[in-house]
Nanobody, 115 residues
């Protein structure tokens, strides 16, 4: 049974920084994609950033230049360093794991950017 557990959410002021982490447990294919999606109130879930097991990254335009995704394959963890946060970044952030034929989601962690 694969489980994804996120940590690092919370309240931050505009312009501040946060670091999200996600730990994957269980057995899954070594070639995979991990990353983050987010869902703001009343909106659809959207891509933030992903990273493959060999280090290739993909990110939304809204994340470029502000967010950095990284992973530790030995620990099965993925991290999202978020800088210069804006109120429009307020959302529930979900950890994501794709292996061929299956997608797994974490329960989500709320980030609120507000003064």
């Amino acid at each position: 049974q694969v489980q994804l557990v996120e940590s690092g959410g919370g309240l931050v002021q505009p312009g501040g920084s946060l670091r999200l982490s996600c730990a994957a447990s269980g057995s899954f294919f070594r070639f995979n994609v991990m990353g983050w999606y987010r869902q703001a109130l009343g909106k659809e879930r959207e891509l933030v950033a992903t990273i493959t097991s060999d280090g290739s990254t993909n990110s939304a335009d809204s994340a470029k230049g502000r967010f950095t995704i990284s992973r530790d394959n030995a620990q099965n963890t993925v991290h999202l360093q978020m800088n210069s946060l804006k109120p429009e970044d307020t959302a529930v952030y979900y950890c994501y794991l794709y292996v061929p034929g299956r997608v797994y989601w974490g329960k989500g962690t709320l980030i609120t950017v507000s003064s």
